[in-house]
């Protein structure tokens, strides 16, 4: 791989910091052609087609204050988390209309909590902590493939508004955007010295014996991969029914492999092109993939008798990159398949692996019958939690250290909710939950000037 840029800037992918000096270097624009010799031949040839284009990954962060009432939820939802005791932990569950969200019973350094569910990961920092963003968020890639940006990030204010007052519109930490395509062009027979970059490494991969792609600079402020997104999937074992739906509505067969060509711009190069608020970010996303395609990297045909590289005639299937078109990342209505916003284990999961543990028992016990297998097993697992919990009471055991089958049962049960984000669990005999006594104690507390 060859770099067109001698004197690497604030990193190592050689981005010039000052966003002036970045356009004057390479034009008026992020999107401005480099000075190259394009052969005569038609981007046709490369038999590329261009399935969908959008955004990948989106991390926010958001600059405001913490509600009150908020800020001693989540203090005591925390609290509850870290609890020994199941029916104390399972309660650690922020609501947001009809969402759940776990909170974690550990922050992540400086940020104090955590919050998860099947579309959000937030990290919350305490009220009253200086020079922190109020919370930094990810939206999960499915959620956005699914949505769109614009709408999965108005579903993500929703959750902030319920957490503090936000100053204005978030800031983009991170943000990943990508193009699915397919290609008769064997990509696998590219050569890493064929692209002219300012990337000051790059790497080739493989799944097992089989060609999977590239990436470079990797961890730098600006990076790419070029990969097989369905291979991907396939060694990942984690379906992708939304991406297959889109990529079946704009040409996919369904057979030949898929493609992906992403590239991930963090801060500080959002920053160099002030960039960094999101309605400026995603408005500059055709500008951000011409700048990424013509002039952070290109696929060349190298010549023989030109040194300068930056002069070297640009590929036809790179081309057809250059050319994939951006719109305003809403995917068409029929092709929007909603990620839930639980965490659930797959049908595959829970079937087979979930299986494993009465297959062990009935092959103890001798039992080839599923059905007298699974009845035996109720009653065998019942005979050895009541037995426990018995013997637990008698040697004078805090109440809770062992329980009988019907209160293991219910607390594993309200565990997995609270994990799956799929049901508000409720105290003990229908009580008031811990976190709201918690805010009305300290409300009761201000109110007595305590």
Known sequence: MHSNSDKPNNGSDGLAVPAQQERAAHGDDLGTKPSNTVPPTSINQSNTRILRTGVDSLYLSYQGDMHEDASIRLSELKQLAQSNKGSDSVLAQFKVG????????????????????????????KEGALRLPMAYCKIA??????????????????????????DSQP???????????????????LNELDFVSKARSSSRHRVASEFSGFSF?????????????????ISKNRPRPDLELQWRQN??????????????????????????????????????????????????????????????????????????????????????HYPEKGRTPSDEFLFINGLSTLTSFAAKEGYLNAGEAMEAYVEAAREFHDTR??????????????????????????????????????????????????VAREYKKRSDGE
């Open 98 to 125: 009809d969402q759940l969200l776990e909170v974690l019973g550990h922050g992540r350094p400086p940020y104090t909590y955590v919050l998860v569910d099947g579309w959000f990961r937030l990290e919350v920092a």
């Open 141 to 166: 890639s499915p959620l956005l493939t699914a949505m769109g940006h614009d709408s999965a990030v108005d579903a993500l204010n929703n959750v902030i508004s319920a957490i503090g007052s936000a």
């Open 171 to 189: 800031n983009v930490s991170r943000i990943d955007i990508c193009a699915d395509f397919t290609t008769d062009h064997p990509l696998d027979q």
């Open 217 to 233: 600079a990797a961890g730098s402020p600006t990076s790419a991969r070029l990969y097989n997104k369905t291979l991907e999937i």
């Open 251 to 336: 040409g996919w067969d369904g057979v030949q492999d898929v493609w992906r060509l992403e590239f991930q711009f963090r801060r500080e190069t959002l920053a160099a092109f002030k960039l960094v608020p999101y309605s400026d970010a995603v408005s500059a996303l055709p500008d951000l993939w011409k700048y990424a395609t013509r002039n952070w990297i290109r696929h060349t045909f190298p010549s023989s008798t030109d040194t300068t590289q930056s002069r070297w005639s640009t590929s036809p299937f790179w081309m057809s990159m250059q050319g994939a078109e951006w719109h305003e990342g809403i995917p068409n209505p029929m092709s929007r």
């Open 389 to 438: 919990s018995q013997k637990s009471a008698a040697k004078g055991r805090k109440k809770g250290a062992d329980v009988d089958f019907e209160e293991y049962f219910r607390q594993k049960i309200e565990s997995k909710r609270r994990s799956y984000n799929t049901a508000e669990n409720k105290p003990l005999d229908d009580g008031v939950h811990p976190a709201d006594e918690a």
